[in-house]
Each structure stands twice: as structure tokens, then as C-alpha cells.
Nanobody
Framework: QAQLVESGGGLVQAGGSLRLSCAASGLTFSTYGMGWFRQAPGKEREFVAAINRMLTTYYADSVKGRFTSSRDNAKNTVYLQMRSLKPEDTAVYSC?????????????????WGQGTQVTVSS
């Protein structure tokens, strides 16, 4: 049974940084594309970033230049480095794994999801 577990969330002041981690088990991690999504209260889930098997990265316009996604296949872990955080970045951040090449911004294209980690940015 595949499992994704996020960590690294917390409370940070605007302008600060956090690094989220997502540890995967029960799947051949290196063959999966990995995505990050977030959902704020009262809002729909939105795409944040993704990194595919070839290490190509994708970012939402709202985080481009501030967030960086990376992966360590030896550790079965994907990371999301977040810098220059803004209050509007406050949300629950979830990682997801996609078995096939896909449109990375579409949640339905992902096979497995983590439970999420809360990120709160204070002004």
C-alpha cells in the first residue's frame, strides 16, 4: 500500500522560509511524478509545484521564483523549499504521486495523496 507522509509545516512570519518534505513508501518512487498542492479554508485545492521523473519542474505563477521543488530518489522523498512566504501562502499543503506522465496541474491525474501539513504565514 502506497503511503505519502508530509512534514515540515508550521507557523512562520511573512518573508520567512520553510521546507516541506514528503516521504513515500510502498511504491517505486523514482518512476512517479510528484506534485504539491495546497488548499486554504473556503478555497479549492490548487496546484503549487511538480517535479517529474526526468527532474523537470513546474510551478504555479503565484509561487514561481519563491518555491523550489526537488527530489531525492535514494530517500524516496520530495521537497518543497518555500522562501519569501506571504500570508496568502497559508494553506494545508499536500503531496501527490502520479504513475503516468500527465498534466501536472490536475489533481485527478494523481494516484496517491498524503494527508497534508499546515503552513501558516503571519503578517
Amino acid at each position: 500500500q502506497a503511503q505519502l507522509v508530509e512534514s515540515g509545516g508550521g507557523l512562520v512570519q511573512a518573508g520567512g522560509s520553510l521546507r516541506l518534505s514528503c516521504a513515500a513508501s510502498g511504491l517505486t518512487f523514482s518512476t512517479y511524478g510528484m506534485g504539491w498542492f495546497r488548499q486554504a479554508p473556503g478555497k479549492e485545492r490548487e496546484f503549487v509545484a511538480a517535479i517529474n521523473r526526468m527532474l523537470t519542474t513546474y510551478y504555479a505563477d503565484s509561487v514561481k521564483g519563491r518555491f523550489t521543488s526537488s527530489r531525492d530518489n535514494a530517500k524516496n522523498t520530495v521537497y518543497l523549499q518555500m522562501r519569501s512566504l506571504k500570508p496568502e501562502d497559508t494553506a494545508v499543503y499536500s503531496c501527490a504521486a502520479a504513475a503516468r506522465s500527465c498534466e501536472v496541474t490536475v489533481p485527478a491525474n494523481y494516484n496517491y495523496w498524503g494527508q497534508g501539513t499546515q503552513v501558516t504565514v503571519s503578517s
